[in-house]
T-cell receptor, first 116, second 111 residues
Framework: NAGVMQNPRHLVRRRGQEARLRCSPMKGHSHVYWYRQLPEEGLKFMVYLQKENIIDESGMPKERFSAEFPKEGPSILRIQQVVRGDSAAYFC??????????????FGPGTRLTVL | AQSVTQLGSHVSVSEGALVLLRCNYSSSVPPYLFWYVQYPNQGLQLLLKYTSAATLVKGINGFEAEFKKSETSFHLTKPSAHMSDAAEYFCAVTSNNDMRFGAGTRLTVKP
């Protein structure tokens, strides 16, 4: 019973390139969340998605960042024209749908993005 | 809007001493509260959670936390620290869909 999977675990990009981070939720989970962790800081919520829908993107930067969770395949966090300030650890979490209750989130191991 | 505040970005204790990591929350609705632990270069692992059942919650690795509504607190404790407890600890709050994390407390355990 695999947990949340993220790949790649480490990603190096030069300024101006694109970064694509992938997240495969746990089996049976239909909700995906993306968080960013900057050095010496806590996790910051970025976006919450269900299959084919963005539910809450209040934490996403307005430019260069986008996320999707297609009907088939993993969720993708895409960062265009990366800058050094995008260097961080990006964590994905997934949860099952539990009505009228909290959605416990299970975290992946993260992708560490380094922008040169 | 919900939020949590973790008091103390760094806590250092001796092996065998009491561990106390502080977390205060703010929520306009009854909250669900969590403590996660993060070891170096790893993801977050759930330690324990409060979901409005018992106010004293026991978690893994000997940790426990008590929900105190009057103090809006959810402090994490462990009676006797072990070297393997050295890690970053995050408090989090959610009411339904999104989760808000504190800035984290780095626990150091001295031999």
């Amino acid at each position: 019973n695999a947990g949340v999977m993220q790949n790649p675990r480490h990603l190096v990009r030069r300024r101006g390139q694109e970064a694509r981070l992938r997240c495969s939720p746990m089996k049976g989970h239909s909700h995906v969340y993306w968080y960013r962790q900057l050095p010496e800081e806590g996790l910051k919520f970025m976006v919450y998605l269900q299959k084919e829908n963005i539910i809450d993107e209040s934490g996403m930067p307005k430019e260069r960042f986008s996320a999707e969770f297609p009907k088939e395949g993993p969720s993708i966090l895409r960062i265009q024209q990366v800058v050094r300030g995008d260097s961080a650890a990006y964590f994905c979490a997934s949860s099952p749908r539990v009505s009228n209750s909290y959605n416990e989130q299970f975290f992946g191991p993260g992708t560490r993005l380094t922008v040169l | 809007a919900q939020s949590v505040t973790q008091l103390g970005s760094h806590v250092s204790v001796s092996e065998g001493a009491l561990v106390l990591l502080r977390c205060n929350y703010s929520s306009s609705v009854p909250p669900y509260l969590f403590w996660y632990v993060q070891y170096p270069n790893q993801g977050l692992q759930l330690l324990l959670k409060y979901t409005s059942a018992a106010t004293l919650v026991k978690g893994i690795n000997g940790f426990e936390a008590e929900f105190k509504k009057s103090e809006t607190s959810f402090h994490l404790t462990k009676p006797s620290a072990h070297m393997s407890d050295a890690a970053e600890y995050f408090c989090a709050v959610t009411s339904n869909n999104d989760m808000r994390f504190g800035a984290g407390t780095r626990l150091t355990v001295k031999p």
